[in-house]
Nanobody, 124 residues
Framework: QVQLVESGGGLVQAGGSLRLSCAASVGTFSSYTMGWFRQAPGKEREFVAVMVWTAPNGYYADSVKGRFTISRDNAKNTVYLQMNTLKPEDTAVYFC?????????????????WGQGTQVTVSS
């Protein structure tokens, strides 16, 4: 059973930065495609970023491209989301997701494992 635990959320002013972490309890973390999604109040969950297990770089939603960076440390079984130049519209609960040897896919239904989420609130 894969468990994902997010951390690093909080309250930040617009223009500020946060780094989210997602720690995975899994034996072969390097073989998992890891994604970040978010859900704002009253909205559906949406794709933010993904790092395919075979790729060195991430893929991003247009709304965060150039501001957010996904990275991973396979030795620590952790994926990160560095969020810079935050905007009030980035306010949401952020979730990490995983799929074993997953492809580059943006649909939340594709991912098998999910964390509980961490709240990010950006004040104007």
């Amino acid at each position: 059973q894969v468990q994902l635990v997010e951390s690093g959320g909080g309250l930040v002013q617009a223009g500020g930065s946060l780094r989210l972490s997602c720690a995975a309890s899994v034996g072969t973390f390097s073989s998992y495609t890891m994604g970040w999604f978010r859900q704002a109040p009253g909205k559906e969950r949406e794709f933010v970023a993904v790092m395919v297990w075979t790729a060195p770089n991430g893929y991003y939603a247009d709304s965060v491209k150039g501001r957010f960076t996904i990275s991973r440390d396979n030795a620590k079984n952790t994926v990160y989301l560095q969020m810079n130049t935050l905007k009030p519209e980035d306010t949401a609960v952020y979730f990490c997701a995983a799929r074993y040897r997953g492809a580059l896919r943006l649909e939340e239904a594709y991912y098998d494992y999910w964390g509980q989420g961490t709240q990010v609130t950006v004040s104007s």
